[in-house]
């Protein structure tokens, strides 16, 4: 019910835009976040955008990415400007039933498969 895509292969200081797609319900009031999970790692938070709009960032992606929302196309995106290698990662989007917006990953009912980015210095 989430599919994930924008991810590939870029250089240091470029700049991708991931999107979520959600299909099968209407996800407009559900809180809708991405997450990240770079190789031997935990997942962790990234971003996520609330019902109606307010948005969150992990300190680390702060003032380099943006999450906005479509709700009449079900659609959630991350703007990712400025890349660096730290960022290389699977990144997932989840939704929430509760629209409030939540850096836990159990919040999360829903999850897209995830899209690989890589960012090579």
């Known amino acids: 019910q989430l599919q994930a895509s924008g991810g590939g292969l870029v250089q240091t200081g470029d700049s991708l835009r991931l999107s979520c797609a959600a299909s099968?319900?209407?996800?407009?009031?559900?809180?809708v976040a991405w997450f990240r999970q770079a190789p031997g790692k935990e997942r962790e938070f990234v971003s996520a955008?609330?019902?109606?709009?307010?948005?969150y960032y992990a300190d680390s992606v702060k003032g380099r990415f943006t999450i906005s929302r479509d709700d009449a196309k079900n659609m959630v995106y991350l703007q990712m400007n400025s890349l660096k290698p730290v960022d290389t990662a699977v990144y997932y989007c989840?939704?929430?039933?509760?629209?409030?917006?939540?850096?836990?990953?159990?919040?999360?009912?829903?999850w897209g498969q995830g899209t690989q980015v890589t960012v090579s210095s």
């Open positions: 099968g319900r209407t996800f407009s009031t559900y809180a």
């Open positions: 955008i609330s019902w109606p709009r307010n948005s």
């Open positions: 989840a939704a929430a039933h509760y629209g409030g917006g939540s850096k836990f990953i159990t919040a999360y009912d829903y």
